[in-house]
Structure formats: structure tokens, C-alpha cells
């Protein structure tokens, strides 16, 4: 099976503009999770997706938003961009909203200028 | 906010050695996982240990978990220059069901030929 791809892997945006990520999960996987790694916070979660539902959210602020279509894939979407939102995004898949078990794509590097 | 708290933060050691990392968590969990991280890029999950076990092998991997002291330790023995990564815990929100893992401070392992 392939492996959970993200797009774009680099992006570079300037400050108040927006950008949008994708994530395609592993085939048969119906849950995403997304998370956002700098080297000062580390990783936090951002939110996951299951059957195209919003289940969980982490603290960060409304300019973060994401969504998940009826293939499982999903895309996460920053309006507003601030220098402090540079960062490498991870997204996760797994089978079912109770594994444990996550698999994840390579990221996006974001660097807002 | 991060759950996590790994020590020590970074360890050198030389090929064929015994490399130990230790992981300490704030509140109650259902399964504590161990995930490794190549220079930025994404995350691969090790091994997964549940709450009322106390130990689990994988290769050349050894997790134990302690509930009462809210801690785990990873041990990779005979260690490669391939295991150089950073390593990370993560615990799951007990009780809720969700796939939100919070992930620890990570350890930086070098291994030297």
C-alpha cells in the first residue's frame, strides 16, 4: 500500500496571505489527524477528521481549519499567515477513530515570510 | 501544551551500544507509543504498549511502561548509525476515544560509527 502523501512538501507564503495543505491517507484509512512541529513548541496536535466529521481540536486559534471529503482525504487551511506559523505540518491516518496505531506522511514545511 | 517530558534531551553513543530514553507523563492513559523521526521528516511508529503491561519487545526494542510513576523507558540495543533520529513519546487523551496523541520532547540520538 502507499503511504500517506502530502502536498506540497515546501511552501514558502508571505505574511497575511493564506494556504491551504493536503493530505491523502493510507487506502482504507478513514481517520486523519493533523499536527503542526517548530522547534520551540514541538509537536501539537491540531485537529483530527473521521467520516468527514471534525472529532477532536486542539488550542490553537480559528485561522486554523481543515476539512475531510468522502475519499478520507483532507486539507487543512491557514488564513492570515503570521511569521510564528512556520513550520512543518504532519498528517496522520489510521484505520478506525479508536486505533492508536497513527501513520504518518512527510510534512509540508511551511516558512511564512 | 506537551505531556511528555523526555530525558535526556540528546545522547551520543557508538555503534553497538545500548541506547536508553525515558519518557515521563502528567495524567492517566490507555497506551503510551514510541515513535522515531528522521531529520525532518515524518513520523514512524516503533511500538505501542498498553496501559496494564508492564513490558514489551520488538527487535532490537524494549519498552517498559510504569503507570504508578507515570513513566516508560525505550531501549534500543546494539545500536546503529541508522538509529541516529529523534525519538518521541505519545500519549492518548484516556477515556475519550479520540486519536489526539500528545507527543513528548523527543530525545536526539546520535549513533557514531
Redesign the interface.
Given at each position: 500500500k502507499a503511504g500517506?502523501t502530502q502536498t506540497p512538501r515546501y511552501l514558502i507564503k508571505t505574511r497575511g496571505q493564506q494556504v491551504t495543505l493536503s493530505c491523502s491517507p493510507i487506502s482504507g484509512h478513514r481517520?486523519v489527524?493533523w499536527?503542526q512541529q517548530t522547534p520551540g513548541?514541538?509537536?501539537?496536535?491540531l485537529f483530527?477528521y473521521f467520516s468527514e466529521t471534525q472529532?477532536?481540536k486542539?488550542?490553537f486559534p480559528g485561522r486554523f481549519s481543515g476539512r475531510q471529503f468522502s475519499n478520507s482525504r483532507s486539507e487543512m487551511n491557514v488564513s492570515t499567515l503570521e511569521l510564528g506559523d512556520s513550520a512543518?505540518y504532519?498528517c496522520?491516518s489510521?484505520l478506525e477513530?479508536?486505533?492508536?496505531?497513527?501513520?504518518?506522511?512527510?510534512?509540508t514545511?511551511l516558512t511564512v515570510t | 501544551s506537551q505531556q511528555g517530558e523526555e530525558d535526556p534531551q540528546a545522547l551520543s553513543i557508538q555503534e553497538g551500544e545500548n541506547a536508553t530514553m525515558n519518557c515521563s507523563y502528567k495524567t492517566s492513559i490507555n497506551n503510551l507509543q514510541w515513535y522515531r523521526q528522521n531529520s525532518g521528516r515524518g513520523l514512524v511508529h516503533l511500538i505501542l504498549i498498553r496501559s496494564n503491561e508492564r513490558e514489551k519487545h520488538s527487535g532490537r526494542l524494549r519498552v517498559t511502561l510504569d503507570t504508578s510513576k507515570k513513566s516508560s523507558s525505550l531501549l534500543i540495543t546494539a545500536s546503529r548509525a541508522a538509529d541516529t533520529a529523534s525519538y518521541f513519546c505519545a500519549t492518548d487523551d484516556r477515556g475519550t476515544g479520540f486519536q489526539k496523541l500528545v507527543f513528548g520532547t523527543g530525545t536526539r540520538l546520535l549513533v557514531s560509527p
Open positions: 500517506v481517520s489527524s499536527y513548541q514541538g509537536l501539537q496536535f483530527e472529532r477532536n486542539g488550542n512543518l504532519l496522520a489510521s477513530l479508536a486505533s492508536r496505531e497513527q501513520y504518518f506522511g512527510p510534512g514545511r | -
